[in-house]
């Protein structure tokens, strides 16, 4: 890892090595040049609803979030199928979702839900992975393994729009606030460049959990030390670490061996604007106020700046390690610590792209990687069902306030208008103006095709 916060190398400056290092770091987002030289693969004009969203926001709540729950209630189901819950109803007509929404149910008119999706990958990993590719991994039909992400791996949503609508300003071209964190040391899979290569990966800032049990965002980025380096305890915030790296990075970006592209990478992470992006203390105590406190809602509010800054994708992960897989205490959990962050953060990010008037031209997306079982177990909870959830989508050329699919009484199968996870793919593809039937070639020089799925027309304006 680069020491750029290294005493000594804050002090000399950054030798030609890091310099070069620098270059294939990664996990930065940057790949150095190849960021910039990136290009569409087509130039299409935008017709209708296609390329109507400038940028896109997409909520993964990863774990399993209860569909039936939230978005698809059942209150004339058996007990043991509709829970605990009650449904109120929302400010669209016929339209209603759990009482634990209560901010989003004043907003309905804002988004559309999709009561219909479904697919067979039913485990968090390759579920997660299906999500945020589009494409089922190559263990898909192997449930209870947690395979590791690699260089093979289909790219996640992000890493294609970086790819193909890379950022026309200087900021990062794919965000991702918070980690996705599967068992063991098998993390982020589906949210990787893979095949693409680290020049499409995401800027990442996980979470990490304090030994308190508090919650606290630290940045894993180019900017951090190395084990030999000065201690990073969660006080250091990503803005310290990058204004004290930013006079090293700027004389590396002197550096006459660098070509263009590399210099504009390093400015990239010296520049003032990206770091001013970053931090919520420009906002306004107001705006602040109205997201809430909670780490999830305060990534809802910095998910909005990084659409201002012009970044092209951000993806919000949740707080814990799949901290939706209710198997237990479904409804306590629920009603204690999950539904009321998310309805308030998910909800103020609404409103405040609606009243900047950036809704219509940002696409924002919620959604997991399954939903629970109909029944509840012995527990309390509820288990993995992947074969019929709800998705939500909002702005970029989404027609509000309707519900498009339905499940059946026990919202165990669809009913009507089946969705997959590849249709919800090309959907955010079209919206983004990307032909989902469009190629990219891999790092090799491969083709592929972008998306396997299909729009879903009928929640489009």
Known sequence: MLSFLSRSRLKAGINRREVLRVGGLGFTGLACGDLF?????????????FGRAKACIVVFNYGG??????WDLKPDAPAEIRGEFKPIGT????????????????????YAIVRSVTHNDNDHAIGAYLALTGYSHPKHETLGIEPPATPLDMPALGSVVAKLRPATKPVFPYVALGDLRHFGNNDSLGATAGCLGSTYEPFTLPFETRTNGAIDLRAVTAVMTDTKGID?????????????????????????SLDDASRRAFDLLSSSATRDAFDLTLEP?????????????????????????GVPLTTLYSIGNRDWDTHGGNFRHLKGSLAPPMDRGFSALL???????MLDETLVVWMGDMGRTPKINKDAGRDHWSFCYSVVLAGGGIKGGQVYGSSDRGAAYPSTNPVSPADIAATIYHCLGIDPRGHITDQQGRPMVVSSGTPVKAILQ
């Open 91 to 110: 400010n669209v007509n016929g339209v209603s979702i759990s009482e634990h929404l209560p901010r989003l149910a004043r907003v309905a008119d804002r």
């Open 232 to 256: 990073l305890d969660g006080r250091r915030t990503l803005l310290d670490q990058m204004n004290r790296a930013a006079p090293s990075l700027r004389t590396a970006a002197e550096a006459r």
């Open 37 to 49: 030289r990136a290009q569409a693969s087509s130039k299409l004009e935008p017709r209708g609803t």
């Open 65 to 70: 979030p209860s569909h039936l729950d939230l």
């Open 351 to 357: 409103d405040d792209l609606d009243a900047r008037g």
């Open 285 to 309: 105590q107001k705006v602040r106020d109205a997201y809430g406190p909670h780490p999830f809602a305060k990534n809802c509010l910095l998910a909005r700046r990084m659409v201002e800054a």
